[in-house]
């Protein structure tokens, strides 16, 4: 099993539509959770983080689920500018480094 | 200032050649990383230097090394690459370690001929 694994993509959006990524994680002891953004050819780069009691910042809103060891993120009003690739990406305890998701890929549609 | 930079934004380089990748961040933090992308994948850890000592080394060949002359700057020299080894290489930066947020620098594209 993967440590972490995301929705297959591509997601094909229109403008305004709403739409929910989720991703899960093997290890039970990871402590941190984020969702980065990755636009083409370009480096990743924070969304936000994700937090046991979720978090919301505008249209995203991130949940964590501990108990199944699942991360959503949700978009409302899906804009052209949210086209990205969307990376889950865990930290487990220890001596062990960030572990990335193989990102799930958005595009949205005028 | 949350910005981490890298030199150069292109590289293109031979079999032969022996070229440096450099990367900067003055936001105080203490770790930093390289990793290596190609297209349609994600990230893929190769270093990890932490207080200046590298920590981690994810069984990179030794034709990529890694230095940290302080805790601003990091290089990767390469030497003896192979074409295989054309990717994206991304420096990143985390206040301290492990669990932080780490923010990348926008790459350097290497090509290697």
């Known amino acids: 099993r993967k440590e972490v694994e995301q929705d297959p993509g591509p997601f094909n959006v229109p403008e305004g539509a709403t739409v929910a990524f989720n991703c899960t994680y093997s290890?039970?002891?990871?402590?941190?959770f984020f969702w980065y953004r990755q636009d083409c050819r370009k480096e990743p780069k924070l969304l936000m983080s994700?937090?046991?009691s979720g978090n919301e910042d505008g249209r995203f809103t991130a949940q964590l689920n501990r108990a199944s060891q699942y991360i959503s993120l949700l978009i409302r009003d899906s804009k052209l500018s949210d086209s990205a690739t969307y990376l889950c990406v865990v930290s487990a305890s220890g001596n062990t480094p960030l572990v990335f998701g193989k990102g799930t890929r958005l595009s949205v549609i005028a | 200032d949350t910005e981490v930079t890298q030199t150069p934004k292109h590289l293109v380089m031979g079999m032969t050649n022996k070229k440096s990748l450099k990367c900067e961040q003055h936001?105080?933090?203490?770790?930093m990383y390289w990793y290596k992308q190609k297209a349609k994948k994600p990230p893929e850890l190769m270093f990890v230097?932490?207080?200046?000592?590298?920590?981690i080394n994810e069984s990179v060949p030794s034709r990529f090394s890694p230095e940290c002359p302080n805790s601003s700057l990091l290089n990767l020299h390469l030497h003896a690459l192979q074409p295989e080894d054309s990717a994206l290489y991304l420096c990143?930066?985390?206040?301290?370690?492990?669990?932080?947020?780490?923010?990348f620098g926008p790459g350097t594209r290497l090509t290697v001929l």
């Open positions: 994700v937090y046991s």
């Open positions: 290890n039970s002891a990871s402590q941190s």
């Open positions: 230097y932490s207080y200046e000592k590298l920590s």
């Open positions: 990143a930066s985390s206040p301290g370690f492990h669990t932080d947020t780490q923010y």
């Open positions: 936001m105080g933090h203490r770790a």
